[in-house]
């Protein structure tokens, strides 16, 4: 099993940064794909941005620009950089693990216990 600790969650006003990190732990060799996604209160949860193999990345269309993904194998950490940040980024940000490339969280089987972004205009 893999255990996923995050950071970074804070308000911050409209065009600023934050960056994310997520601590994982455990079985970390079978984590193929690493991704970070979104939850704001009544929306589903959504995919921002994923990482695989050698350092792929995928990233949806509201992160495309602003956002950006890296991991640290050394200290099996991911990260998430998000710069440019509006309104709408405000939500609950989750890091997972996964086995295939995908946006639906239902092919992820870890999770993180989410932090809060809050983006004030």
């Known amino acids: 099993q893999v255990h996923l600790q995050e950071s970074g969650g804070d308000s911050v006003q409209a065009g600023g940064s934050l960056r994310h990190s997520c601590a994982a732990s455990?079985?970390?060799?079978?984590?193929?794909?690493m991704a970070w996604f979104r939850q704001a209160p009544g929306q589903k949860r959504e995919g921002v941005a994923l990482?695989?193999?050698?350092?792929?990345?995928r990233y949806t269309g509201s992160a495309k620009g602003r956002f950006t993904i890296s991991k640290d194998n050394a200290e099996n950490t991911l990260y998430l950089q998000m710069n440019s940040l509006k309104p709408d980024d405000t939500a609950m940000y989750y890091c997972?693990?996964?086995?295939?490339?995908?946006?639906?969280?239902?092919?992820?089987?870890?999770w993180g216990q989410g932090t809060q972004v809050t983006v004030s205009s």
């Open positions: 997972a693990t996964g086995q295939i490339v995908s946006w639906d969280p239902r092919d992820f089987g870890a």
């Open positions: 455990g079985d970390t060799a079978s984590s193929r794909v």
């Open positions: 990482i695989f193999g050698e350092g792929l990345t």
